[in-house]
């Protein structure tokens, strides 16, 4: 059994920044892949960026130059540092993680940016 708890969202204006972290318990996640999502009203849950145990990363072309994930395999975290936030960037964040069979999330963060 994994928990995931994300925390750092909040309310920032237009060309903000804020730092989402994931702090994972009940198990190790270093060996795993993971993941930030975001789902705005409306609107399907969307990949917003991946990193694998190594480190290597992926993100979404709306996020490319302006988020950076990362983590801490001692500290069993993953973070998120969104710089130069838009208003399409409103969404509740998800952090997630595979550990076979299962797919673990969290309860999710607001991030709400406005105009």
């Known amino acids: 059994q994994v928990q995931l708890v994300e925390s750092g969202g909040g309310l920032v204006q237009v060309g903000g920044s804020l730092r989402l972290s994931c702090a994972a318990s009940?198990?190790?996640?270093?060996?795993?892949?993971m993941g930030w999502y975001r789902q705005a009203p409306g609107k399907q849950r969307e990949l917003v960026a991946r990193?694998?145990?190594?480190?290597?990363?992926d993100y979404a072309d709306s996020v490319k130059g302006r988020f950076t994930i990362s983590r801490d395999n001692a500290k069993n975290t993953m973070y998120l540092q969104m710089n130069n936030l838009k208003p399409e960037d409103t969404a509740v964040y998800y952090c997630?993680?595979?550990?076979?069979?299962?797919?673990?999330w969290g309860q999710g963060t607001q991030v709400t940016v406005s105009s």
């Open positions: 997630q993680v595979t550990k076979r069979p299962r797919t673990y």
């Open positions: 990193i694998t145990s190594g480190g290597s990363t």
């Open positions: 009940g198990s190790s996640v270093s060996a795993n892949a």
